[in-house]
């Protein structure tokens, strides 16, 4: 199994700022993903973090918004740009292994914007 | 496209109750599908997984059977415990890569 880690726990924010959060892999993954937990919801994919090439957002989240990085196999940040208490939310890192059925999740970084 | 319905919780139950939690899905092709449980506080654990028809997963006493022909995946436990009190996802995943979520159903244990 793989162990995630991600920084921050936690954080508050001011409208208007943007926050990075790091993840952190202890193996090399092929696949990397971003998810978005709104309070009381499920979790819906935000992109797929491609390493050495830019990420695959879905349907509603744009580059401008949430612009991400992964410059290695075991490492990706995201930021969450001029937030607004929308964006509020449990931001998730989940990583898959190549041909790997299972998806890990990391612990979560909780983001209370004001 | 893909989709996962989960039953409506929150789901109250004393300890030693038996437990179901339905879930359904919408898919093309021939998914993979998942219970994921997240504990109080904590980030989302893999409790099981089915990746073809009439296989069945199981986990801490948990268990579900991929159903193909109902479509289904419910998730069991003949005797929950306090410990158990989480929310529960069931989820899918088909060729395409992608990772599908219900909306999670909470569950409560009383003892």
């Known amino acids: 199994s793989a162990v995630i880690s991600q920084k921050p726990s936690r954080d508050i924010c001011q409208r208007g700022t943007s926050l990075t959060i790091q993840c952190q892999v202890d193996s090399q993954v092929t696949m990397m993903f971003w998810y978005r937990q709104q309070p009381g919801q499920s979790l819906t994919l935000i992109a797929t973090a491609n390493q050495g090439s830019e990420a695959t957002y879905e349907s509603g989240f744009v580059i401008d918004k949430f612009p991400i990085s992964r410059p290695n196999l075991t490492f990706s940040t995201l930021t969450v740009s001029n937030m607004s208490p929308e964006d509020s939310s449990i931001y998730l890192c989940?990583?898959?292994?190549?041909?790997?059925?299972?998806?890990?999740f990391g612990p979560g970084t909780r983001l209370l914007v004001l | 496209g893909d989709s996962v319905t989960q039953m409506e919780g929150p789901v109250t139950l004393s300890e030693e109750a038996c437990l179901t939690i339905n879930c359904t899905y919408t898919a093309t092709g021939y998914p993979s599908l998942f219970w994921y449980v997240q504990y109080p506080g904590e980030g989302l654990q893999l409790l099981l997984k089915a990746t073809k028809a009439d296989d069945k997963g199981s986990n801490k006493g948990f268990e579900a059977t991929y159903r193909k022909e109902t479509t289904s995946f419910h998730l069991e436990k003949g005797s929950v415990q306090v410990s158990d009190s989480a929310v529960y996802f069931c989820?899918?995943?088909?060729?395409?890569?992608?990772?599908?979520f219900g909306q999670g159903t909470i569950l409560t244990v009383h003892p």
């Open positions: 989940s990583v898959r292994g190549t041909g790997g059925e299972t998806q890990y």
């Open positions: 989820a899918l995943r088909t060729s395409y890569g992608k990772l599908t």
